[in-house]
Nanobody, 114 residues
Framework: QVQLVESGGGLGQPGGSLRLSCAATGSIFPMFSMGWYRQAPGKEREWVAS???????RYEDSVKGRFTISRDNAKNALYLQMNSLKADDTAVYYC????????WGQGTQVTVSS
Protein backbone atom coordinates (compact mmCIF):
# COMPACT_ATOMS: atom_id res chain seq x y z
CA GLN A 1 0.00 0.00 0.00
CA VAL A 2 1.36 3.38 -1.01
CA GLN A 3 1.51 6.17 1.52
CA LEU A 4 2.83 9.69 1.19
CA VAL A 5 3.69 11.48 4.41
CA GLU A 6 4.52 15.19 4.42
CA SER A 7 6.47 16.96 7.12
CA GLY A 8 8.23 20.25 7.72
CA GLY A 9 5.29 22.62 7.74
CA GLY A 10 4.64 25.11 10.46
CA LEU A 11 4.93 28.80 11.11
CA GLY A 12 7.27 30.81 8.94
CA GLN A 13 8.00 34.52 8.99
CA PRO A 14 7.64 36.75 5.94
CA GLY A 15 10.96 36.62 4.14
CA GLY A 16 11.91 33.45 5.95
CA SER A 17 12.31 29.86 4.85
CA LEU A 18 10.73 26.47 5.39
CA ARG A 19 11.56 23.08 3.93
CA LEU A 20 8.87 20.51 3.27
CA SER A 21 9.57 16.82 2.91
CA CYS A 22 7.47 14.00 1.55
CA ALA A 23 8.32 10.37 2.20
CA ALA A 24 6.77 7.74 -0.04
CA THR A 25 6.36 4.22 1.26
CA GLY A 26 5.27 1.23 -0.75
CA SER A 27 6.04 0.46 -4.35
CA ILE A 28 5.21 3.11 -6.91
CA PHE A 29 5.95 2.00 -10.47
CA PRO A 30 6.16 3.56 -12.86
CA MET A 31 6.71 6.95 -11.23
CA PHE A 32 6.22 9.61 -13.86
CA SER A 33 6.50 12.74 -11.78
CA MET A 34 6.24 14.11 -8.27
CA GLY A 35 4.90 17.45 -7.24
CA TRP A 36 3.59 19.82 -4.63
CA TYR A 37 0.16 21.39 -4.53
CA ARG A 38 -1.38 23.76 -2.03
CA GLN A 39 -4.82 24.82 -0.90
CA ALA A 40 -5.43 28.10 0.86
CA PRO A 41 -8.57 28.67 2.94
CA GLY A 42 -11.59 29.20 0.71
CA LYS A 43 -9.63 28.46 -2.48
CA GLU A 44 -9.19 25.57 -4.88
CA ARG A 45 -6.18 23.32 -4.61
CA GLU A 46 -3.48 24.61 -6.96
CA TRP A 47 -0.34 23.19 -8.42
CA VAL A 48 2.92 24.66 -7.06
CA ALA A 49 5.82 22.72 -8.54
CA SER A 50 6.69 19.39 -10.10
CA UNK A 51 9.71 17.31 -11.02
CA UNK A 52 9.85 14.49 -13.53
CA UNK A 53 11.71 11.21 -13.13
CA UNK A 54 14.48 12.73 -15.27
CA UNK A 55 14.80 15.78 -13.02
CA UNK A 56 13.00 18.37 -15.11
CA UNK A 57 11.36 20.94 -12.85
CA ARG A 58 8.48 23.33 -13.37
CA TYR A 59 7.10 26.03 -11.10
CA GLU A 60 3.96 28.06 -10.78
CA ASP A 61 4.76 31.68 -11.60
CA SER A 62 4.24 33.07 -8.11
CA VAL A 63 6.88 30.77 -6.59
CA LYS A 64 9.51 30.90 -9.33
CA GLY A 65 12.84 32.01 -7.95
CA ARG A 66 11.68 31.43 -4.37
CA PHE A 67 10.84 27.72 -4.17
CA THR A 68 12.99 24.79 -5.20
CA ILE A 69 11.67 21.29 -5.71
CA SER A 70 13.99 18.30 -5.51
CA ARG A 71 13.78 14.55 -5.12
CA ASP A 72 15.88 11.69 -3.82
CA ASN A 73 15.00 8.64 -5.87
CA ALA A 74 16.96 6.30 -3.61
CA LYS A 75 14.86 7.38 -0.64
CA ASN A 76 11.59 7.84 -2.55
CA ALA A 77 11.54 11.34 -1.09
CA LEU A 78 10.43 14.71 -2.36
CA TYR A 79 11.37 18.11 -1.00
CA LEU A 80 10.27 21.71 -1.35
CA GLN A 81 12.63 24.42 -0.19
CA MET A 82 10.60 27.58 0.30
CA ASN A 83 12.50 30.86 0.62
CA SER A 84 11.38 34.48 0.75
CA LEU A 85 8.08 33.39 2.18
CA LYS A 86 5.03 35.58 1.71
CA ALA A 87 1.70 35.67 3.51
CA ASP A 88 0.10 34.41 0.28
CA ASP A 89 2.07 31.17 0.66
CA THR A 90 -0.11 30.27 3.64
CA ALA A 91 -1.88 27.03 2.74
CA VAL A 92 -2.01 23.32 3.30
CA TYR A 93 0.68 21.78 1.11
CA TYR A 94 0.16 18.38 -0.45
CA CYS A 95 2.63 15.96 -1.94
CA UNK A 96 1.57 14.19 -5.14
CA UNK A 97 2.99 11.31 -7.11
CA UNK A 98 1.82 10.58 -10.63
CA UNK A 99 1.94 6.96 -11.65
CA UNK A 100 -0.85 5.09 -13.39
CA UNK A 101 -2.69 6.28 -10.29
CA UNK A 102 -2.38 9.66 -8.63
CA UNK A 103 -1.28 9.44 -5.01
CA TRP A 104 -1.72 12.19 -2.42
CA GLY A 105 -0.38 12.87 1.03
CA GLN A 106 -2.51 14.10 3.90
CA GLY A 107 -1.11 17.62 3.73
CA THR A 108 1.00 19.81 5.98
CA GLN A 109 0.01 23.29 7.12
CA VAL A 110 2.25 26.21 6.25
CA THR A 111 1.42 29.53 7.86
CA VAL A 112 3.40 32.65 7.01
CA SER A 113 2.90 35.38 9.54
CA SER A 114 4.88 37.78 11.68
Amino acid sequence: QVQLVESGGGLGQPGGSLRLSCAATGSIFPMFSMGWYRQAPGKEREWVASITNTGTTRYEDSVKGRFTISRDNAKNALYLQMNSLKADDTAVYYCNVQSRTSYWGQGTQVTVSS
